[in-house]
């Protein structure tokens, strides 16, 4: 299953690179470090005190057409408070490149998970504006997560508000929908769905469905493959992305996290 999942994946990731076409350009945020999420949609469980996590993620869109090279990071200030960091890098895009906004942003659980009931956070974060023609202006703002575990399935849930520093920007709201579901062992199917009124746009401009698969490399090492498609719009009309997600000094207790899947 794993192999096929994989050759497939790389298939239409070759033909996403061959395809040229224009269209306007959209800005990403906070993603999560696998497998604290789906593929942006973040969970309230955090990394625990002094671990950190790192993923490296590369992302081709096509129409409009453009690469993403996307550095996210978690790392663990307490047991339930995470700092999280993300540096995104375009390039190919109508033949500019340069950083998207850089976020920083404060991730505190104030409530466990329990039998019946779900784990909540909620998440504070800014951004430092990048080059004109990619960047929102810079922002600020935050929202809540909401995880849960049934049986094989973790559901996520996050309602995102930020006010942008562009003052003739709109504010921007986002709804991200994220369901895990452990296939196999070591091997998870991911799906997603994101809902963004953008500050671009006074309605709603954006709405994608991902799917795609998780793959544990190692005790502390995951990869992902999956493939977005926008079906408001059709902007953009495809996008294919691969990530790398490592824990670098917390291979045990990622290793149990991954186990139990949720605290």
């Known amino acids: 299953m794993k192999k096929i999942a994989l050759a497939l ?12 076409t224009v269209a306007a350009f959209e800005t990403q945020g906070f993603m999560p470090v696998q497998p604290y999420g789906a593929f942006s949609t973040l969970s309230a469980y955090t990394v625990g005190r002094e671990r950190l996590g790192v993923m490296l993620s590369l992302e081709r869109s096509v129409d409009p057409n453009f690469y993403r090279l ?46 019946l009931g779900p784990s909540i956070s909620y998440l504070i974060g800014f951004s430092i504006p990048g080059k004109d023609e990619l960047s929102s202006k810079g922002h600020f703002g935050g929202g809540i997560l909401v995880s849960k575990r049934v049986g094989p399935f973790k559901g996520h849930g996050n309602v995102f508000y930020y006010r942008s520093a562009g003052a003739s920007l ?36 954006f709405i994608e469905g991902r799917i795609g698969y998780r793959v544990k490399i190692s005790s502390a090492s995951f990869a ?27 291979q045990r207790e990622v290793k149990r996290l991954y186990q139990e899947e949720g605290r």
């Open 70 to 115: 996307h550095l996210n990071a978690a790392y663990g200030l307490m047991d339930d408070i995470d700092l999280l960091a993300s540096l995104p890098f375009v390039f190919d895009y109508h033949n500019s490149e340069g950083f998207e906004d850089i976020s920083f942003g404060f991730k505190h659980t104030i409530l466990s998970e329990r039998r």
């Open 9 to 20: 994946s790389i298939v239409l990731f070759t033909a996403a690179t061959n395809m040229d």
């Open 170 to 205: 709109e504010d921007e709201v986002e709804l991200r929908l994220g369901l895990d579901l452990a296939a196999a062992h070591g091997f998870n199917v991911l799906s997603e769905l994101i809902v963004k009124k953008s500050h671009f746009s006074e309605s709603i401009d």
């Open 224 to 250: 992902t493959l999956g493939m977005g498609y926008d079906f408001k719009n059709r902007n953009p009309e495809l996008r294919v992305f691969l990530s790398v997600s490592l824990f670098p000094f917390q």
